[in-house]
């Protein structure tokens, strides 16, 4: 009976603490966003309830109307923004005044955490947050909410007296004044360094509410760089220690054992909330708040962490067969086009013919390469994309506001030797509207003409912004980014709800930019062009989340990436991984067609960050030589990918379209159907 009651007692314990960790991650857990593009907010709704605080990152070596923007867009988007105010940034007191009236004015800011800013020197005259908030600016613009900085670990370069005497000097400021003022402390990654620290705060009289802050979800490498960055002392060595008993410090690292440790001993230390710095990606943090405060995770037994568990409305699990797209036998859409077809389209280049009677040329050929999809057994069919020229120039060049221009002469690169390419180039002369349905027709006749899933082929949103970068967007039309990735965002939802509206169901977004990204050489262009290479992926994926942010919940949107494909030659080469925490990590497409072909594309490791919810449409069939692949050596590498992620969340492809532009790949016909067979074949071999 004793071992009964210790057992039932060990339950009840259990259970209070289920409900303390619950509670304290529910109370008022607060997220911030470091946000540089505007349309990255647009998915915040789906992500925090309404009116929820977000604080606002003041990202070093941007101007401050640019915070201003970031705190309309959260506004706009149901949030209340609570902007970082950096004092030594500030260059005189006139730049304050209209930076804390456009905040107000414009965003409605009524809360504020002012910091002393990480510059060395002050850019005017405000050296402390301590001078900034006894200007009394803040209250003359009705801002009476203050966040302070707190210290659990002790700062980088100041003493503790002296971060002692400053935060009595602002405690005893406010109290005269009638400012409400809090804490938000460093993120430390050590629970009871926090709570020693509070404990002592509390101990000489601080009885301010303080929000804990707290490392979200991300690699330890992500948490190694940014605690070495923020001066992160003890906590870190012991995530540098954790890290080396893993096995690979890529590994995934939560803030439970942190938030385990609080709520044990919270008690009397009045923690007012927790405030989540998003270091693995906002979405994956906000979801992670989401699935503590409302319960759905088990406290290991022993303590060590918590275990979220997967949200009711999520898919449980994949069927070894696949009856949604992307499917296990899949393909990426563009076939060599017929003689018949390349000879109308001359004819009608000449005026020999017009458009209509293209068309129907066209009809006749789109007819063809379907039944040829289904003979061989595919579930997704396209069009072959034989209504194109370019895989995206047709697209874009609809958009009103966009003109094609040639590009600049390049080498692309195959087994036959160099192949010189001048791209096309989309440059921005005017405002960006939707004027037109742009694929809808063609999707009406392909779905008119199979009995299967018709796939819609189209380029990403991307394509209009890496290869021209900001020389290549009007600066009359757009004064900065901002306007333009919000105005492509809105052609692209459009474009999409109007497929859907028309039964479409499967749409592929294809995109060189995030795997040029990859590339050492085409990074360096990018820096040359005026552009971050190692932030670009971040807000690529803002702009794709917003673009589909409002598609129907059974339309299933996934991504291709390609590193050139023109007559068998490419133009980039590298593993993901410089992209592969917001590739996967970010992006809230559903699946993922990715070249894996051959060494260019690097190895398998980043598949470690695809989420549990997404499949990964491995291109292994090469789409730009001849020679037929062994089965055996395709199972080797299914194999080989799955030591990263579960082999029921993979597929198999060809690694591109066989005609990415009309020119087609230097392969024969009969191989578009051997590759294909082969993929089929494989697939039944190995999912059945």
Known sequence: MAEVREMDAAVARRGDLHEAIRAL????????TSARNVVEI???????????????????GTPYHHLVSIARHLRAAGMNPVPHIAARRLPDRSAADDFLARLV????????????????TAAGPFASSVELLESGLLQAHGIRSVGVAGYPEGHRTLAAETLRRALDRKIEYAAANGLELFIVSQFCFDGQTVLDWLAALRARGVRLPVRVGVAGPATVRTLLAYGARCGIGNSLRAIGAQALSLTRIVARHGPERLVRRLAEGETGLGIA?????????????????DSVANGRFRPRRGGRRLRPRRSPDRRKGFMTHRDTPPFRADHVGSFLRPKALLDARERNAKGETDRKALREVEDRAIRDVVKFQEDLGLEAITDGEFRRTYFHVDFLEQLEGVEVRRGAMGKFHGAAGEVDFAP?????????????????????????????MPKVTIPSPTMLHFRGGRQAISKEAYPDLEGFYADITACYREELRQLAEAGCRYVQLDDTNLAYLCDPQMREGAKQRGDDPDWLPHRYAGLINASIAGRPRDMTVCIHLCRGNFRSAWAAEGGYEPVAEALFGSMNVDGYFLEYDDARSGDFSPLRFVPKDKIVVLGLVSTKVGELESKDMLKRRIDEAAKFVPLEQLALSPQCGFSSTVHGNEIMRESQAAKLRLVIDTAREVWG
Do not use: C, N
């Not at 004015?105 to 060395?120: C, F, N, Q």
């Open 424 to 452: 096309p180039v989309m440059h921005v002369v005017g405002k960006l509207r939707h004027a037109k349905p742009i694929q809808l027709e063609d999707f009406r006749f392909l779905k008119s003409v199979t009995k299967r």
């Open 25 to 32: 991650v529910a109370r008022s857990s607060t997220i911030e």
């Open 42 to 60: 647009d998915g915040y709704p789906s992500l925090r309830p309404v009116g929820s605080d977000v604080y606002a990152a003041w990202i070093p």
């Open 105 to 120: 004015g414009e965003a409605g800011v009524t809360r504020a955490l002012v910091l002393a800013g990480d510059s060395p």
């Open 273 to 289: 909330g927790l405030h989540l710095f998003p270091f693995g990606g906002f979405a994956q943090t906000a979801q992670w708040i």
